[in-house]
């Protein structure tokens, strides 16, 4: 939450709730449901309507007498999640009695009760009939920002409409996790802001409204069923009386959510189009504000052009083999995070020529099945073999991602292995930018109450550029700024060249 006093901003309150400590009757492991076929994964939207009421409990208690200051809310939820509705539900919505808890008085407004979420896999046979039916991959690419993902949200509706026809002809509703819990606060169906909806396949990326193409191929009888697409800054209405009467809150405007991804772009401070996002976490990410939809292909592999909070575009691509990878050969060679770290330091930039090719399990881009392959280089030298998989990672994500920004200002390093400085080194010289630790331990959280405030702002007649927005609340963490060595940067020019070379070789 961000106080506002006068000109002056400042961090008031954080609070976390989790999922399988805190609500633990929903049986959820790392806040999610595994199925029988572990392709199926899913959460309850229950579970997030007993938290959200929840928190806004621990709000107004941590607040006192100054929730009646509260002027707006919004929020980041999980991207591509889904949530079914029946007609039920927005009758539901408008009359709820603030007596009762919250989640009690939802269910017969779901026609599932399940949502699939991100890590669900299941739907290949979808994404399969998807792309055919628009002209294959590129065409889906084109017209959505992304090839037909199994996780995306289109994919996913197609699968439970052709499983479940009851369950979908019952379906009045498909809300994302983000519009369901800004319908939760806003007692009424909210619209699904653009930049989650970028994480549909349904989209048209240039004109931000549903493509009847797409929603053809994916399900009968669908837009009826969709919430409308609005901007980020779209108020989805007040707070409504469940949240005034059994908390004391305001009628607070609601902001519409938006998907945790874009959110992390605000939250992280990167509004700049130059400025590039690098998370460092089970998997690595680097995503990065467009001032427009460069005529790039999103086709392969796993990258992806989402509408941005910001009205620009956002670039994001995926390696699935980060910490992943950097763990395998740390614990190959018996090695702690220090001896990694010191591993780095006493190796030459380049490493003397020796190449690794670090896919300990299937790579997602490029799209490759598991291959470890070394070049030049001694698989009994621990110390080559640690820098030969940071600079791999280090020179992939800089080949496949040149699309997203050139050329780059600047990096904010995130998630767990930007607490080395050792790798971010080799960051910076691969790059040739600058690498900046993020501060913000939770950017989509940050960048949901900084989203707020831009459309509290916005409505009152004073819009506030967005670099004016987060400054003062998103600078990376002080004195984290590693440059890079120029004579570094000019080995990797070439040795980046030869590892693609590499990446193509089969095993
Ligand atoms: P996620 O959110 O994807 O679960 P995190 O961003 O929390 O992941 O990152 C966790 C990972 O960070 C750990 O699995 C570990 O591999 C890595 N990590 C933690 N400390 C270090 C370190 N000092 N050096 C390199 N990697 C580290």
């Known amino acids: 939450m961000i106080e506002v006093a006068g000109d002056r901003r400042r961090l008031r309150f954080e609070h976390v709730l989790n999922f399988d400590r805190d609500f633990p009757q929903y049986g959820t492991s790392g806040g999610v449901v595994r199925g029988a076929d572990p392709r199926e994964v899913w959460s309850w939207p229950l579970m997030w309507a007993e938290a959200l009421d929840r928190m806004m409990g621990d709000v107004r208690d941590a607040l006192g007498p100054d929730v009646s200051r509260l002027r707006a809310v919004s929020?980041?939820?999980?991207?591509?999640?889904?949530?079914?509705?029946?007609?039920?539900?927005?009758?539901?919505?408008?009359?709820?009695?603030?007596?009762?808890?919250?989640c009690q008085q939802l269910e017969a407004g779901l026609s599932r009760r399940r949502a699939p979420v991100w890590l669900d896999g299941s739907t290949t046979e979808q994404c399969a009939a998807i792309e055919a039916a628009l002209g294959g991959a590129p065409a889906v690419a084109k017209l959505t920002g992304s090839r037909a993902c199994e996780r995306f949200t289109g994919p996913q509706i197609r699968r439970f409409s052709e499983r479940d026809a009851a369950?979908?002809?019952?379906?009045?509703?498909?809300?994302?996790?983000?519009s369901f819990m800004a319908s939760l606060l806003a007692g009424a169906h909210a619209p699904v802001d653009c930049a989650d909806a970028s994480g549909m396949n349904l989209m048209d990326l240039r004109t931000l409204r549903w493509a009847s193409a797409a929603l053809d191929a994916t399900a009968p009888d669908l837009e009826r069923r969709l919430p409308a697409i609005a901007p980020?800054?779209?108020?989805?209405?007040?707070?409504?009386?469940?949240w005034r009467a059994r908390y004391g809150f305001p009628a607070a405007d609601v902001v519409v959510w938006s998907g945790d991804n874009p959110s992390s772009l605000v939250g992280a401070g990167l509004v700049t189009p130059g400025r590039v996002g690098i998370s460092l976490g089970t998997s690595d990410t680097v995503f990065a504000e467009l001032p427009q939809p460069l005529p790039v292909s999103t086709a392969r592999g796993a990258s992806h052009l989402f509408a941005s909070p910001t009205g620009g575009y956002m670039g994001l691509t995926c390696f699935s083999n980060g910490s992943l990878a950097r763990e395998a050969v740390r614990d190959q060679y018996g090695l702690d995070w220090a001896g990694f770290s010191a591993a780095l330091a006493n190796t030459p930039a380049g490493n003397r020529g020796g190449l690794l090719r670090p896919w300990f399990v299937p790579e997602t881009t490029p799209a490759a099945d598991t291959g470890v392959l070394r070049e030049g280089l001694d698989p009994d030298?621990?110390?080559a073999n640690v820098r030969g998989v940071v600079e791999a990672q280090m020179m992939a994500m800089a080949n496949h991602t040149e699309w997203i920004a050139r050329p780059i200002a600047r990096i904010h390093a995130a998630g767990g292995a930007a607490a080395n400085p050792a790798i971010l080194q080799v960051m910076a010289d691969v790059f040739g930018a600058d690498v900046y630790r993020a501060a913000a331990v939770n950017a989509a959280a940050l960048g949901a109450a900084l989203r707020a405030f831009e459309a509290d702002a916005r409505a009152h007649g004073h819009a506030c550029p967005w670099p004016d927005v987060v400054a003062g609340l998103t600078d990376p963490a002080p004195g984290s700024r590693i440059r890079p060595v120029p004579a570094h940067t000019r080995v990797y020019d070439d040795l980046r060249r030869r590892y693609a070379g590499l990446e193509a070789r089969r095993v």
């Open 75 to 102: 929020g980041a939820a999980q991207q591509h999640g889904s949530v079914y509705c029946t007609a039920a539900m927005a009758p539901r919505l408008a009359r709820l009695d603030p007596g009762r808890p919250l």
């Open 167 to 178: 369950g979908w002809g019952t379906t009045d509703r498909v809300h994302l996790v983000s």
């Open 232 to 242: 980020s800054s779209t108020m989805a209405g007040a707070l409504s009386p469940y």
């Open 381 to 383: 030298d621990a110390a």
